[in-house]
């Protein structure tokens, strides 16, 4: 499965961005997806996530009431909306999809499948 990432740009402060994941041929109906996002100099963190038999979703508290995960299984396609952005968002962000489902939904171990990145940068 390859995962094919879009969406990123350059925003203002406070602006908005729709990021696009998706995958080479139809996915799993069992695990999950999530995104992650890493700034230079820093590990790659957990954003968001959910499952794809599932309604269930799960955010970082820095971005929880910011951002939105949704998926269409139809498309094979993963959807993350940024909004109220913030200079401190800035980073390349990553979708991964993950076979089973796990606890640690936040750890990026357990991901098998990555995109390639987009790069998000807020200015202020």
């Known amino acids: 499965v390859q995962l094919q990432a879009s969406g990123g740009g350059m925003v203002q402060a406070g602006g908005s961005l729709r990021l696009s994941c998706t995958a080479s041929e139809r996915t799993l109906t069992t695990g999950g997806y999530a995104w992650f996002r890493q700034a230079p100099g820093k590990e790659r963190e957990f954003v968001a996530g959910?499952?794809?038999?599932?309604?269930?979703?799960r955010y970082a508290d820095s971005v929880r009431g910011r951002f939105a995960i949704s998926r269409d299984n139809a498309k094979s396609t993963v959807y993350l909306q940024l909004t109220s952005l913030e200079p401190e968002d800035t980073a390349v962000y990553y979708c991964a999809i993950r076979p089973t489902y796990h606890v640690h939904y936040y750890d990026p171990t357990v991901y098998t499948y990555w995109g390639q990145g987009t790069q998000v940068t807020v200015s202020s």
């Open positions: 959910g499952r794809w038999n599932g309604a269930t979703t």
